[in-house]
């Protein structure tokens, strides 16, 4: 865990989306600590690391997203992909609470569009079916533990979004290595509509969920 905490303000008494809340705060304070030429040097290694991946190689469309400033960082990622010609999706906001995907167009395209909302890009958008094309689903997540239940920002977008892509494409998670959880002594609270990963990424390595472990 490279000396970071792996917090858990978790106890029988709270419900299940106060649990969720509270490991959400903990989680986002712990991110806060890492410094930007940390966060940078992490977001070239999760790019070496799902670029090199067997999982990756032959994969014509991959769905991601612009990280905001504390998540794990996901350009250089999105980047190498897009050089050796592999169509990107990613989120972006329509009217109301509408969301869609639009391809990526480089990083001179992408543009904050609503405040406190990550880059999007300037593309046409497609509806939510869009998530039909990728080959692999690179998700949000603040934690995810070893059943690859994934502890979303809240929003529940993903989880309804997840609901559009193919039976056979690959949702990964990419987090720090402390915010893995062992699902036996500190599991991830979850609802029966919360989507579990099939894989991790951290900066050091990529890890599949067995399929038997997920719930």
Known sequence: MNGATQPYPIHAALEIEDAKNALRAAIRSNRQQRSPRLR??????????LASADELADVRCVAAYVARPHEPGTLP???????????ILLPVLGAGLERGWAPYAGADDLQERAPGRPPEPGTESHGPEALQEADVVIAPALAVDTTGMRLGQGGGWYDRALSHKRPDALVVAMVFPEE???????????????????????PSGWTAIAATSQV
């Open 40 to 49: 940078q040097e992490a977001a070239e290694s999760f790019a070496d690391v």
């Open 77 to 87: 990622l999105i980047e190498r992909l897009a050089e050796r010609g592999v169509r």
């Open 180 to 202: 893995i959880y062992d699902a036996a002594e500190r599991p991830i609270p979850h609802e029966p509509h919360d989507v579990p990963v099939d894989a991790i990424a951290t």
